[in-house]
């Protein structure tokens, strides 16, 4: 079927806003949520806007949809009881029995107003249940949100069926509850009520509760969101210290851990809600990941927002008190973030377990991962891979016969403009590649930045001479930039480059230089001592790293790596060498990693997916005397948070490609990825090592070492990936400034 599309998806998100704020007052919005008859009311305005029969035609509107309304009615603090509507569609739209079939069209017209509970299939035992006998309901419930404002109980029971209880009839009581000091909820006490019992064809309890949580979460979210935008609103204001406290480092790197949080669950809830509505049964496991993720992701942003506000966020009478109530409320519901751990551990490592699901990188992307493997099969296995792979890591960066080898595919070039003679590829097809290539543990290739470099910024003959080396796998090219005064802040650097004649020469240290080795080296260097600001007076050179006044002393990474401390004394190389203006090096620079820090962060999920792939198989298998590590509770509950943060990388990953198809993406964007990505990897390596002990840090060719001693290895590693390409402090000031517009 034809589902609804994007642009359905915002029409339908901003009118909500717009009817919200015209018809539900955020002033006395805690006021109305207590009154049933304003939330009646509410919601018989809401049914006018056709929300209610989302859930029943996905054509028209499946769980994606309901979970956009959810999120506005987070974000307005309105408790309709669209999510007890939503599920009653959901469960009984299949459904031909007659009783179903008028309760939906009454639900649909507004005549009837339905509050919905999991009984007994609550994975919370203190919910309640209910018993039917001779067609008779009595029992209690607990946390039945809005029931005072609706007509009809729905209440699963019996496995696959579902009771409906009409609230008005006799033998039914209904008792407000306070909880997180609010009313909304209420006890349901049921003695001999009249029920009608209804059994739903298809009907599946479980994929009800996940449903359900979702749209839950969805709600948290909406008013995790609206606190955080107010949070942030306020930053930009509140003055202490004569300057707006938005400007601090503390506050700018809170905020902004808080939108990298938010934009996870986002993109985690809409993305099992897409695989939902078009019937993948993969749709399960991101649902409990996302769950997972968001259980506890949405509840520190609540923390902090708080914590932002200060004093003024814990009065009654500001907004942000109501939607901390109301995240923490929906995040513990059914079970919460723990429940869904569970079902994240159970997918990945019962019954024989589940590799993590690939993700559909569309027809191109999908066809490119089997070509690529395919070589890989043919080119990199058996002796060939087991003779690199034996190699200390410190030789296993990179290989010139592979890089020869594969540069006669043309895949260096995979997303290259095609008139420097790449393919033009999609980011989805190049994260495809990346993806087979981490999979095969195969040896770094290309010179990505250096050649966006080029190609953005090089004369014709520098294009025609260098580019077609890096694509034909025949020269690596590295990166000099940092100096011992000039790490972070590089408009602080020193070496120097000066005209002579016919030639650039350059004096200078660079520091931490990890392709030392490569044949060129692109390099920052100062042409104008005087330039205000600092950063206007930086151009950048390829220097050939055989040219007379190089001196190159190469050092032990903490990881096992390498990287150089190089002196260039008088050295000179062709005017020409100069890439782009003279003083408009950073242009150059920040261009150019711009172009390519989108993929940063997939390139570093995509390691950790494929490690977490190890660490699985080595939880699953038991030993002689032993039985396996996934059998431990608090093992598997590691294993699924972890298994639940490659998600939110994975979907960062994607809308960085998604944003990277319609030009180049977003810089707080890629620095979201990166920084979430890299600090997962750190993660990941801490958790391997606290699941499989001491063996796990057993370093390559060690005795007994697990997988060569690549586990510790990964997290030495790790701490490159934070630190480099602009540490995760500096990233994190890009995001709050550029991506929330806070003072610099």
């Given amino acids: ?90 469960g009984l739209s299949t459904c031909r029995d007659q009783a179903a079939v008028d309760l939906l069209e009454k639900l649909h017209e507004g005549a009837v107003r339905v509050a919905f509970s999991f009984g007994a299939l609550d994975p919370d035992p203190n919910t309640g249940a209910i018993r039917i006998t001779g067609g008779r309901a009595s029992g209690l419930l607990r946390f039945v949100e809005a029931a005072g404002s609706c007509t009809h109980l729905v209440v699963t029971v019996e496995g696959s069926k579902l009771a409906v209880v009409e609230l008005s009839a006799s033998g039914v009581e209904r008792v407000p509850t306070r909880a997180m000091g609010a009313f909304g909820l209420y006890e349901i006490r049921l003695n001999a009520a009249p029920a009608i019992l209804i059994a739903p064809e298809h009907f599946v309890p479980d994929d009800l509760l996940l449903e359900a949580k979702l749209a839950l979460m969805a709600r948290a979210y909406g008013a995790a969101r609206r606190a955080f935008e107010l949070a942030v609103d306020y930053a930009k204001e509140r003055q202490q210290f004569g300057q707006p406290i938005g400007k601090f480092q503390a506050i700018q790197h809170k905020l902004a851990d808080g939108l990298i949080a938010l934009e996870g669950v986002r993109l985690t809830l809409d993305h099992a809600a897409h695989r939902h509505d078009c019937g993948e049964p993969s749709w399960r496991y991101f649902a409990n990941a996302a769950n997972a993720f968001a259980g506890g992701a949405l509840r520190r942003v609540a923390l902090e927002t ?41 997918f990945l490592l019962d019954d024989g377990g589940a590799d993590l699901p690939q993700y559909d990188l569309g027809t191109a992307g999908n ?27 410190a030789r296993r960066e ?35 590649f990346i993806e087979t290539m981490e999979r ?75 392709t030392w080795w490569g044949k060129y080296m692109l390099l920052a260097a100062r042409t104008d001592p005087q330039a205000k600001p600092p950063h206007a007076g930086i151009s950048m050179f390829i220097v050939p790293m055989d040219a007379p006044g190089i001196t190159i002393r ?25 890439v782009g203006e003279v003083n408009g090096g950073w242009k150059v620079l920040t261009g150019a990693l711009a172009f390519e820090r989108g993929l940063v962060g997939g390139g570093i999920v995509l390691r950790v997916a494929h490690a977490f792939e190890q660490l699985r198989r080595h939880v699953m298998a038991g030993g002689s005397d032993a039985p396996p590590l996934g059998e431990d509770p608090v093992v598997r509950d590691r294993i699924a948070a972890i298994a639940s943060e490659i998600e939110v990388g994975r979907q960062l990953m994607m809308h960085c490609a ?35 002990g001491m063996r796990a840090a057993l370093s390559e060719q060690m005795p007994g070492a697990l997988d060569n001693g690549r586990f510790e290895q ?8 934070v630190i480099s390409i602009g540490t995760n402090e500096i990233q994190r000031s890009l995001i709050a400034q550029r991506g929330l517009g806070l003072p610099r």
Avoid at 3 to 11: G, K, V
């Fill in 658 to 692: 998604e944003l990277a198809a319609d030009g180049i993406t977003p810089p707080e964007y890629g620095a979201i990825s990166k920084v979430f990505s890299g600090e997962l990897m750190e993660r990941f390596g801490e958790t391997a090592l606290d699941i499989l």
């Fill in 554 to 578: 190469p050092a032990t990474t903490m990881y096992d790596g390498s990287f150089a401390n190089i002196f260039y004394d008088d050295v000179r190389i062709p005017v020409e060498n100069i």
């Fill in 714 to 721: 990964n997290l030495r590693h790790s701490l490159m990936w």
């Fill in 367 to 393: 066809e490119l991962r089997e070509q690529a493997q395919a070589w890989l099969e043919e080119n990199w296995s058996g002796e060939r891979k087991a003779a690199f792979d034996a190699k200390p890591f």
């Fill in 440 to 514: 095969g543990e195969a040896p770094r290739i290309g010179a990505a930045i250096q050649a966006n470099a080029l190609m953005m910024f090089g004369t014709p003959d520098q294009q025609r001479k260098y580019l077609p080396e890096i694509l034909r796998g025949e020269a690596m090219h590295g990166m000099g930039y940092s100096e011992p005064q000039a790490g972070s802040d590089l408009a602080a650097l020193r070496t120097g480059a000066v005209r002579d004649g016919d030639a650039w020469v350059i004096n200078g240290q660079k520091i931490w230089t990890t």
């Fill in 1 to 90: 079927m034809q589902l609804p599309t994007d642009d359905i998806r915002q029409m339908l998100r901003d009118s909500l806003r717009g009817f919200l704020g015209e018809h539900w007052s955020a002033a006395a919005a805690t006021e109305q949520a207590a009154v049933p008859e304003e939330v009646a009311a509410i919601w018989g305005k809401l049914v006018g806007q056709g929300v209610a029969a989302l859930g029943c035609d996905f054509s028209e509107g499946g769980v994606r949809e309901v979970l956009v309304v959810r999120a506005e009615l987070g974000r307005a603090a309105c408790p309709a009881p669209m999510w007890s509507a939503a599920l009653a569609n959901l």
């Fill in 306 to 346: 708080q914590h932002t506000f200060g004093a003024i966020g814990y009065a009654e009478e500001h907004e942000a008190p109501r939607h901390f109530k109301r995240v923490h409320l929906d995040t513990i519901a059914l079970g919460g973030a723990p429940h869904a751990r569970r079902g994240v551990a159970s």
């Fill in 398 to 432: 990179f290989d010139p016969g592979f890089a020869l080898d594969i540069g006669k595919t043309g895949w260096i070039g995979l997303g290259w403009p095609k008139e420097f003679g790449g393919q033009a590829r999609s980011a989805q097809e190049q994260l495809a």
